[in-house]
């Protein structure tokens, strides 16, 4: 499995539950001006089908790094909605 903080070219893997990658995120955010990827992984994790601890490397859930992405390229565009 390729680990995102190491990786340095796309497709970099950024949700390892749901296999959402950077480019993903940059993709919808190109096609409609904002990202719902936080906003569906949030639902699977209300839902209890996340594990983070087990399947993402740094154990942690992804979240921020998703929300950061997401806020970088809308910024980047002269955007802010997520």
């Known amino acids: 499995m390729r680990v995102g903080a190491k990786e340095t070219a796309d497709p970099i893997p950024i949700c390892y539950c749901f296999g959402f ?3 993903d995120i ?3 955010i190109r096609s409609t001006g904002k990202s719902t990827v936080a906003k569906r992984i949030t639902a699977e994790v209300e839902a209890g089908r ?3 601890e ?3 490397p740094s154990g942690k859930c992804c ?3 998703v929300t950061r992405t997401a806020k970088d390229r809308l910024g980047q ?3 802010s909605k997520l």
């Open 77 to 79: 565009k002269g955007e």
């Open 54 to 56: 087990v399947k993402n």
């Open 26 to 28: 940059w993709d919808e």
């Open 50 to 52: 996340c594990a983070c």
């Open 63 to 65: 979240l921020g790094d």
């Open 21 to 23: 990658t950077r480019q």
